[in-house]
């Protein structure tokens, strides 16, 4: 027990003190955590990423600094400048686990201070110099089903062969609550199950295999707002881990995704998934940025639809410290969640946000375009949106995403007419109000002529809508009569083979008499 600690300190620290510009995704992937731990590994990553300024100054108000260095336990490096394992041992002692366990110096010193570091902190939060203490919120583990290998109704018996029960979701709130022992299906979005929380699914056999996906419920929005139909053709343009890319997939059954990817071991992540998942007939992973493609390439002419879930703050890991709720997403995300709304370095992201938006809209054939970030800022989310919007010469225009989800976007000041009708149109995910981490989805949709700066007003969109819904409905129908059309060709054909051979035959008897009587 204390050498797994251990090496979850080891690696947590190594991953901490390296520049953030590196990317917390493509270091947990490339550490070479094993898959069990990684949702242990991700929570305290992302927790000393929240905290570290606030266990610094509670280090240093308990006087941890002022040390004599013959007093530390053999072998301890110096404390100054704070060690990366320092402060993700304190992490531990104070905000984490509240356990100590581990075999370093660093780790024993901390033991022998802990009570002491507990009672400074609790110091200064009696007066205000630290965060009150805010429990992680206890989120239910999703599980999304992945189509290509599973039906929804196996899902729901292989998950009943575990023990748990079956029950309907709570009517009305977004928010679920799932006991203990049993599970449910999500009332908004389809081909995912909630399970209570602490749920662990690491080890299950489906989950191996790639029939069963672990992801948060937030993450599974952006594909579902793309909604790309069978035999779609279609364009990731920041694919790994492949969470979404596999998940579009899943919904298609049938077509082409290119999924771009130019970190490379990344891209080595995103094709392990892909073979597990069964996506290889339908995901083409590309070694390259998307920002450097020629989107009016022969082989993009006629892609359709386009994902882009960029790089951003991560300022809607809210649960990062709780870590089985939290692993799976946190993963998937570039993101520390520790940058401040108005830094350059959450500009600079915004700004790359854009870029990526409006070069995906300049794809020829593109028609629907879906934007997501696991941000709450106002600057990577509604503000993106609205800088496209007005950059993108009226080709496109801003539709209502995902209709049946009850959140929308950020209230808008007296006088934001702009920002007013663009939240009525996207969408937001709280865990407050929608038991999972924070997230932000639009979806654009390229149109012929667009009034009104871009914005689809609600008529426009429900009628659009509807439009869709009844070219789909043809199209099906249409494919059914052909599918029979076809059968009874083919039964009329054999029939009429059948009457043929049968002729043949019986000219061949007569031919036969007539030798045998001349």
Not at 230 to 249: E, F, M, Q, R, Y
Not at 361 to 379: G, K
Not at 389 to 403: A, S
Request: glycine share 8%; with cysteine; net charge positive.
């Amino acid at each position: 027990m204390a050498r797994n600690a251990q090496h979850l300190i080891d690696l947590a620290a190594q991953i901490t003190g390296r520049p953030q510009s590196l990317g917390i995704k493509n270091q947990l992937y490339s550490c070479g955590c094993p898959p069990a731990l990684l949702p242990m590994l991700t929570a305290l990553v992302q927790g000393v990423a929240w905290s570290r300024e606030q266990l610094l100054a509670c280090a240093e108000e308990d006087g941890l600094f002022a040390l004599d260095p013959s007093s530390l336990p053999f072998g301890c490096p110096p404390l100054e400048p704070p060690p990366a394992e320092l402060v993700v041992v304190l992490y531990e002692a104070l905000l984490g686990s509240r356990r100590v366990r581990g075999t370093s110096p660093i780790v024993e010193l901390i033991k022998q201070r802990k009570a002491s570091l507990q009672q400074t902190l609790a110091a200064r939060r009696k007066r205000g110099a630290a965060n009150a203490y805010a429990p992680a919120p206890k989120l239910p583990r999703f599980v999304r089903v992945n189509n290509l290998l599973m039906s929804d109704d196996q899902a729901r018996a292989h998950l009943t062969s575990l023990g748990l029960r079956c029950v309907p979701a709570a009517a009305g709130a977004n928010s679920l609550a799932v006991q203990k022992g049993t599970f449910c299906a999500d009332p908004v979005l389809p081909g995912l199950f909630a399970l209570p929380p602490g749920t662990s699914l690491h080890e299950d056999e489906k989950v191996a295999r790639g029939h069963l996906v672990l992801q948060d419920r937030s993450s599974c929005m952006s594909a579902l707002a793309l909604a790309p139909p069978a035999g779609a053709l279609v364009i990731d343009t920041c694919a790994s881990p492949g969470n979404k890319t596999l998940h579009c997939a899943s919904l298609m059954g049938s077509g082409s995704i290119t999924a771009f990817e130019r970190d490379p071991a990344r891209l080595a992540t995103l094709q392990r998934r892909v073979g597990e998942q069964a996506g290889r007939l339908i995901v083409t992973p590309r070694f390259a940025d998307f920002l450097a493609a020629d989107v009016c390439a022969e082989e993009f002419r006629r892609v359709t639809h386009v994902l882009i879930d960029p790089s951003c703050s991560g300022s809607g890991l809210v649960a990062a410290r709780e870590a089985f709720s939290a692993g799976d997403f946190a993963s998937e995300h570039e993101g520390s969640g520790s940058l401040g709304p108005e830094s350059a370095e959450v500009e600079a992201l915004a700004n790359a946000q854009e870029r990526i938006i409006l070069h995906a809209m300049r794809l020829p054939s593109a028609a629907a375009i879906v934007y997501s970030t696991c941000s709450v800022y106002r600057r990577e989310n509604e503000d993106v949106v609205m800088r496209v919007l007005g950059q993108c010469d009226g080709r496109f225009v801003l539709v209502k995403c995902l209709p049946d989800w009850p959140h929308r976007g950020l209230e808008a000041a007296q006088g934001e007419d702009e920002l007013r009708r663009v939240s009525q149109l996207v969408c937001r995910a709280t865990a407050e109000a929608d038991s999972t981490n924070g997230f932000f989805v639009a979806r654009f949709e390229r149109v012929a002529a667009v009034g009104g700066g871009g914005l689809a007003d609600a008529a426009d969109t429900e009628v659009a809508r509807a439009a869709r819904k009844v070219e789909r409905k043809a199209e099906r129908k249409a494919q059914r009569k052909a599918e029979r059309m076809a059968e009874k060709a083919a039964a009329v054909a054999g029939v009429a083979d059948e009457v043929a051979r049968d002729e043949l035959l019986q000219k061949k008897k007569k031919k036969k008499k007539k030798k045998r009587a001349a």
